[in-house]
DNA sequence: TCAATGTGTGAGTAATTGCTCAATAGAAAG
DNA sequence: CTTTCTATTGAGCAATTACTCACACATTGA
């Protein structure tokens, strides 16, 4: 019996569906009985009104841009994971807010009943996310701390994440010996040769998730700041076009590791593959801009969590 | 109960629920999972946020039964704007779909970047008509009350429209301090003489478009109900053959304001002659019908929102 | 005329959503 | 510190919605 007039008239039916669906709030049954047609047809009509975009929803409230803006980031720079909180204009903190939804995102992965292997940088972004987290008991999980804790002097950095991490939740941890540097390629390759330091290497390589924080350079970088790296180097790995750090590993304004240079001393383990692992960077503010770009662009993180203004930028350049 | 702080927090997790439900279309069972919280506190951040206004639903397509049935009202009472929106027939709602549709039109007028004059009634409809507003930043628009707040005894009344409008698009906007009626034809004008009022009344007079409801009379009429006018005189203006009112304003079947009699006690600023603004009323409903008609007939608005059912009416008669 | 094709339909069924209710947790009151 | 109250939670179940399938009817092109 199927009428052929126009086919205007389906999408008039269905903005009429969708509208008293959407708008009056009925249900299809009722659409149905009052646009005198079977329930699976008002389904349908109703259905198209939403394809066709007849049915516009919008969102008014401040959250609706975050959201936004994570599914662009998604997007634009192919990643598998994205979280963007608003912003605090008022505050200079560089983790207020990622802290917290790096904590939120970090539980989610220890939820799983199933046993996963996190990797985890260092830094203070890192430390700030630990100190959210909530005691658990994740005796199924394991963690692994990418990078290491000792400073070329042999005192444990500041930053042992991996250690308040295993503290709060209480799962099997698996620190790095050894400085985030070496003095040259050779000694690296001795070291990781170490039995203690090839299970580390082992189980990074086979890390479910990692959670690392994005390192700007400059005179004032923590690379600096905690004594890994003099300040003359600091200078020469910039005008060989180093735009950031992620566990030491170096990288250019394109993303693409640095070859030669430092790269070949740090003792850090790889990151995982892009496409097997979930490598979630964790940055904020303007210092972070190029690096967290450069990260992104080169696809040396597939997932990002940031605030509102960074992700603008990362969005608009 | 506790006003908690948090509240807030629940707000946000609605708009975030309801922007991955409506916006992103994932299922409960996905934000559930996401947000690391069952299925069941999804669904209710979900309805939740529906039922705060979080979510707004539009409906952008010209029906064709509808855009005829506005071209046809267009036409026979010589009008300037005329919307007619798809009938709910088991709705009892006096606004529901028209609510939305004026907004839109209110909207459409505050989109312009060219300054504009706003003038606006007051009532059930404008209210809701004002919640389905989305927040934007207008302050090269002015916004003025055509109708006073105030009751006899000295209460503001409820629909404080012109306040909620100002508030959700940040516009210069300008009350009426006064009384819908007032005890004589004198005291109105010693009222009108104050400046405050006369700025009011000026901006009101130069009003590019006016949006208002269209009052029916009656013992259970919005006038009587929230205590500007007692049933006796009610009575009284309705043998006298008051067909309807706009802002206070009285007129007969023909859409005459009545001469004398209570329009000479009303403080309302007159409305705009037709000729040079829009006049836009907005109203529905067979309680309607007979208001509407005589409003369109003496030309006292030459705009229109209504339903589709009210449309037919307006259209039969 | 007659397949071929495309669109729409209803039935049946799986998936999703909404609601009720008892249990719980957390705050205010004592 | 305990009790009481209330808001919130999760489970189970009912209602609603989405999807798949086989079929019917038109249009199209040999």
Redesign the pocket.
């Known amino acids: 019996?199927?009428r052929?007039p126009e086919?205007n008239n389906?999408l008039d039916d269905a903005a009429r569906a969708g509208w008293l669906?959407y708008v009056a709030g009925r249900?299809?049954?009722e659409i149905a009985s009052i646009m005198g047609?079977?329930?699976?047809?008002a389904?349908?009509l109703?259905?198209l009104a939403m394809a066709e975009r007849l049915i516009k929803v919008r969102l008014d409230h401040p959250i609706a841009a975050c959201l936004e803006a994570a599914a662009r980031l998604k997007d634009r720079y192919d990643l598998k994971y994205a979280d963007v909180v608003p912003s605090d204009p008022g505050s200079d903190s560089a983790t207020v807010g990622i802290a917290e939804a790096g904590a939120a995102e970090i539980e989610r992965w220890l939820k799983s009943p199933d046993p996963v292997v996190l990797a985890i940088g260092t830094g203070r972004t890192l430390k700030a996310i630990i100190d959210q987290l909530p005691p658990m008991d994740c005796p199924q999980h394991r963690i692994v701390s990418l990078t290491g804790n000792i400073r070329l002097d042999g005192s444990a950095a500041y930053y042992n994440v991996i250690f308040s991490m295993a503290d709060v939740i209480n799962a099997r941890h698996f620190p790095m010996p050894l400085p985030v540097l070496v003095s040259s390629p050779e000694e690296r390759e001795v070291l990781h040769k170490q039995s203690l330091v090839k299970i580390a290497l082992e189980l990074g390589a086979r890390a479910d998730a990692v959670f690392v924080g994005v390192g700007e350079l400059g005179a004032d970088a923590p690379l600096c700041e905690d004594g890994f790296l003099a300040r003359e180097e600091m200078a020469d790995l910039m005008t060989a076009g180093a735009a950031g750090e992620i566990c030491g590993w170096m990288f250019d304004h394109d993303g693409a590791l640095l070859a030669g240079s430092i790269n070949e001393r740090v003792a850090s383990i790889p990151l995982p593959p892009r496409d097997r692992a979930a490598v979630i960077g964790i940055a904020k503010g303007r210092r972070k801009y190029e690096a967290l770009r450069a990260a992104l662009k080169g696809g040396i993180i597939n997932g990002l969590i940031t605030d509102e203004t960074t992700a603008e930028y990362l969005l608009k350049v």
Do not use: E, L, W
């Open positions: 019996m199927a052929k086919n389906r669906y249900t299809q049954d047609i079977s329930r699976q047809s389904q349908r109703v259905s």
